[in-house]
Nanobody, 123 residues
Framework: QVQLVESGGGLVQPGGSLRLSCAAS????????IGWFRQAPGEEREGVSC????????FYADSVKGRFTISRDNAKNTVSLQMDGLKSEDTAVYYC????????????????WGQGTQVTVSS
């Protein structure tokens, strides 16, 4: 079956770091644009970062630029999101998603979604 599984979430203090991983089963991520999204309770799901399947271009929400880095490891069939300088407002469930097409920050464009991993930034 086609599945995406996120891992690496947890509790971290403000200013700390986490590295999230998105692992694919049943398909190869090489051909897909991959996006990271997050959703806090009562809030809309928002795009965080995405990476192209063609030229490897990356995109970031203004709120995370300079702090988060997305990368692809085709050999492991995974995409990671390195999160540094975490703030309390980064607290949310983080989802990865895959799309057969150009990378976009619009969630409705994505074909496959993971179950999400909780990130909590608190002292």
């Amino acid at each position: 079956q086609v599945q995406l599984v996120e891992s690496g979430g947890g509790l971290v203090q403000p200013g700390g770091s986490l590295r999230l991983s998105c692992a694919a089963s049943g398909f190869t991520l090489d051909y897909y644009a991959i996006g990271w999204f997050r959703q806090a309770p009562g809030e809309e799901r928002e795009g965080v970062s995405c990476i192209s399947s063609t030229d490897g271009s990356t995109f970031y929400a203004d709120s995370v630029k300079g702090r988060f880095t997305i990368s692809r490891d085709n050999a492991k069939n995974t995409v990671s999101l390195q999160m540094d300088g975490l703030k309390s407002e980064d607290t949310a469930v983080y989802y990865c998603a895959a799309l057969l097409g150009p990378a976009t920050m619009v969630p409705d464009e994505y074909d496959h979604w993971g179950q999400g991993t909780q990130v909590t930034v608190s002292s």
